[in-house]
């Protein structure tokens, strides 16, 4: 049984942050430490540990993540300029946080995909 995270009481509301958009699978709230003018987190419902984790069963979830990623960068606008999803897994992707999610990262120029 994978342990919940702090993304587990975000998400239900035990503990304040910046939620932008909630619904039955899925909820998005702006990263606590943002890298981007527009940096904003998507997550399942359920705790799923991180991709190695994910089952058929969650692709509806799973799924959500890019609508509601879709509707947040209009929302922001920055859908017309672009932006970029970032989804970590374990130590070398440089996951820290064990509740899959979508960074939503956007609001200036990325520049190259990776630094090193
Ligand atoms: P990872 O490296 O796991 O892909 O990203 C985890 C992200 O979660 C980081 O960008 C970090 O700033 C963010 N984060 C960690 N703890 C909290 C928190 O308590 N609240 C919010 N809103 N973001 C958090």
Redesign the pocket.
Known sequence: MAEET??SK?IRRE?P??IVYQDELVTA?????P?TPT?V?IVPNVLIQNVNDVLPEHEQALGRLFTVASKIARDEGIDEDGYRL?V?CNRHG????YHI?M?LLGGRPLGPLLSD
């Open positions: 702090i993304f975000i503990i942050s910046d709230f702006r990263d606590i430490s890298r940096h987190l970032i970590n440089g996951q820290e946080v999610h960074h």
